[in-house]
């Protein structure tokens, strides 16, 4: 599962562990992207927050991992370069599921090599209040359509824009990301509009 997880939130919390049982798959991966290429720098928080982030987030299943590969690429995080490098550190027989909510599956046209990426992977599709999957037929043609599989996993209104936008104002964002989440927020001063910049994450030397 690929996003800019800042921060990550109960919904993608859900949908993973919903595709998760729903396949049979032994593990997730959530993969935070380096520089998201559809978003301008300065505007994502330092990958290393959201790297932690979802570390605090994920620790308590043992089925979900953390990757680093999209943080540590130089450049755009593009996903068939992550698809690509995935298959070759597991092996070409390995199946990969690309879990997408509703909107980001909407836009994979915009993508580099949408036609690669659903070669490479079995997209899932979840739906997402706000966004039409019915859609999906006419967005992206019947063919590609035929290729991506379409689940009802349990709905949840919460986004990480929800999330930054409450923080920012001070207001509450419990219940919305597990705790571990909302103290590292806290702690760190993220997206804290009151004119205190957050911390700049420090690389700890001991
Ligand atoms: P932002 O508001 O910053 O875009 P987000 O909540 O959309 O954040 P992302 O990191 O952009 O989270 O999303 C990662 C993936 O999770 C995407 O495929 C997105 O569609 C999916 N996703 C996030 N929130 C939901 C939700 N509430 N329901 C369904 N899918 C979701
Ligand atoms: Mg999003």
């Known amino acids: 599962m690929g996003g800019t997880f800042d921060p990550i939130h109960f919904a993608h919390l859900l949908i993973a562990e919903d595709v998760r049982r729903r396949f049979r798959l032994p593990r997730v991966l959530f993969m935070p992207s380096g520089s998201p290429p559809h978003k301008d720098e300065g505007e994502v928080t330092p990958a290393e927050h959201r790297y932690i982030m979802a570390l605090l987030a994920t620790s308590d299943n043992p089925h979900f991992e953390v990757s680093r590969l999209e943080i540590d690429r130089p450049g755009p995080s593009y996903t068939i370069d992550t698809l690509r490098a995935l298959k070759a550190e597991l092996g070409e027989g390995a199946q990969i599921y690309f879990v997408t909510g509703a909107d980001a599956v909407?836009?994979?046209?915009?993508?580099?090599?949408?036609?690669?990426?659903?070669?490479?992977?079995?997209?899932?599709?979840?739906?997402?209040?706000?966004?039409?999957?019915?859609?999906?037929?006419?967005?992206?043609?019947?063919?590609?359509?035929?290729?991506?599989?379409?689940?009802?996993?349990?709905?949840?209104?919460?986004?990480?824009?929800?999330?930054?936008?409450?923080?920012?104002?001070?207001?509450?964002?419990?219940?919305?990301?597990?705790?571990?989440?909302?103290?590292?927020?806290?702690?760190?001063?993220?997206?804290?509009?009151?004119?205190?910049?957050?911390?700049?994450?420090?690389?700890?030397?001991?």
């Open 106 to 206: 909407l836009e994979i046209l915009t993508w580099r090599r949408p036609d690669a990426i659903l070669d490479e992977a079995k997209l899932v599709a979840v739906h997402r209040p706000g966004f039409d999957l019915a859609r999906l037929d006419e967005t992206l043609g019947a063919e590609r359509a035929s290729k991506i599989t379409v689940i009802e996993a349990p709905l949840a209104n919460i986004s990480s824009t929800m999330i930054r936008g409450l923080a920012a104002r001070g207001e509450s964002i419990r219940y919305l990301t597990p705790r571990p989440v909302i103290d590292y927020i806290r702690k760190h001063r993220l997206y804290r509009r009151d004119g205190v910049a957050p911390e700049p994450f420090e690389e700890t030397t001991t």
